[in-house]
């Protein structure tokens, strides 16, 4: 995930409409700050056993505006 927007986010929640919270950070908090900084590519992974037919899953990302905490921002 990259953040395309102006500040940099904070507390980054990333969900999958099938696995839930089962998404586990792997890598891109270069400067290890738990910041989303827009020099930064965060990048997940999570491991589930696929059915047979077509897989079709939704990620959803929530998170804070790190100069201004009470804003959130969400993204799919």
Known sequence: MT????VPLANVLVTDD???????FLT?????NGQLDLTETWIYTA????????????GTVSAND???PS?????K
Not at 28 to 32: I, L, T, V
């Open 47 to 58: 491991t589930a056993t696929a059915l047979t037919g077509q897989q079709a899953n939704i």
């Open 71 to 75: 804003t959130t921002v969400t993204d």
């Open 3 to 6: 953040d395309t927007g102006d």
């Open 66 to 68: 790190a100069t201004n």
């Open 18 to 24: 099938q696995l839930g919270l089962l998404l586990t």
């Open 28 to 32: 891109g908090d270069s400067n290890s």
